[in-house]
């Protein structure tokens, strides 16, 4: 069975810019999580998606934005790009919301902020 | 006070030691208690996951839970240089998870 797939892995851009990253998670897992990972902060959640409605969010500002597809595709976006986030962002896949023993970890997109 | 505490090390052992992995928590609402493993350049891998305390094994590896304390930890018995990685400990309560920052290992062969 296919894992969980993130594109691109790797993303340079420019203070101001936006950003759009993608997920697909594992063929019948119908939640999707995001998440930030920094050496300072650890591995922060971004906010979570099933039933292509926003169940929980995390603690970021209005930038950080996401949406899931009918088929549990995932895209998060964030605008107007800070030096600060650059980070590796994380997507997860589980069955249903709440099922962190069903959760599995996509290899992350690396983003560079210049 | 932080919600969840890891050392974030690293931690060098020598191969075929017991490993000790440890967190502590400040909230006694949460009720999930994981351990992930993640590599260099990959996402976390789940390694145990459970939700009372005590011991959990599976093979070379033990979650310990003690709720009474707020502490949780992760033994590996005959380490392996292939264990070398990051280990988080990720604790979750309702529909919310915290993760510590994650303590590096090294398995010197």
């Known amino acids: 069975k296919a894992g969980v797939t993130q594109t691109p892995r790797y993303l340079i851009k420019t203070r101001g810019q936006q950003v759009t990253l993608s997920c697909s998670p594992i063929?019948?897992?119908?939640?999707v999580s995001w998440y930030q990972q920094t050496p300072g902060q650890g591995l922060q959640f971004l906010f979570e998606y099933f039933s292509e409605t926003q169940r929980n969010k995390g603690n970021f500002p209005g930038r950080f934005s996401g949406r899931q597809f009918s088929n549990s595709r995932s895209e998060m976006n964030v605008s107007t790009l800070e030096l600060g986030d650059s980070a590796l962002y994380l997507c997860?896949?589980?069955?249903?919301?709440?099922?962190?023993?069903?959760?599995?970890f996509g290899p992350g997109t690396r983003l560079l902020v210049l | 006070q932080k919600e969840v505490e890891q050392d974030p090390g690293p931690l060098s052992v020598p191969e075929g030691a017991i490993v000790s992995l440890n967190c502590t928590y400040s909230n006694s609402a949460f009720q999930y208690f994981m351990w992930y493993r993640q590599y260099s350049r990959k996402g976390p891998e789940l390694l145990m996951y459970?939700?009372?305390?005590g011991n959990k094994e599976d093979g070379r590896f033990t979650a310990q839970v003690d709720k009474s304390s707020k502490y949780i930890s992760l033994f590996i018995r005959d380490s392996q240089p292939s264990d070398s990685a990051t280990y988080l400990c990720a604790l979750s309560r309702d529909d919310k998870i915290i993760f510590g920052k994650g303590t590096r290992l090294h398995i010197l062969p």
């Open positions: 459970t939700y009372s305390s």
């Open positions: 997860a896949s589980s069955l249903r919301p709440g099922q962190q023993e069903t959760q599995y």
């Open positions: 063929s019948g897992h119908r939640s």
